[in-house]
């Protein structure tokens, strides 16, 4: 069993930046996925990491904005989120899965309570 706890969202202004952050309990040996979701709008699959952090994805409205990283030490999986634009406010949640992140929700096993990121124009 594994629990994800998000962290670190709040109120940024456009252009500005915001880390959350995914703490985990148990193993690290966990593949993990950023998604988001918007009001009114379906949860989109935002970025991922591998278990040891050498393969990462990230979708094509984040690229070169978002940085996805992960600490095993800590256990804990950062998403650092720069040059923020209105369109990115949602609720972000963290999901695990073994080894190997996916880009579909239905093939995580676990999930955070998600942090709301607000980004104001």
């Known amino acids: 069993q594994v629990q994800l706890v998000e962290s670190g969202g709040g109120l940024v202004q456009a252009g500005g930046s915001v880390t959350v952050s995914c703490a985990a309990s148990?193993?690290?040996?966990?593949?993990t996925g950023w998604f988001r979701q918007a009001p009114g709008k379906e949860r989109e699959f935002v970025a991922g990491i591998s278990w040891n952090g050498g393969s990462t994805y990230y979708t094509d409205s984040v690229k070169g904005r978002f940085t996805i990283s992960r600490d095993n030490a800590k256990n804990t999986v950062y998403l650092q989120m720069n040059s923020l634009k209105p369109e990115d406010t949602a609720v972000y949640s963290c999901?695990?899965?073994?080894?190997?992140?996916?880009?579909?929700?239905?093939?995580?096993?676990?999930w955070g309570q998600g942090t709301q990121v607000t980004v104001s124009s």
């Open positions: 999901a695990a899965r073994l080894l190997v992140y996916s880009n579909y929700e239905k093939d995580y096993a676990y």
């Open positions: 148990g193993r690290t040996y966990y593949g």
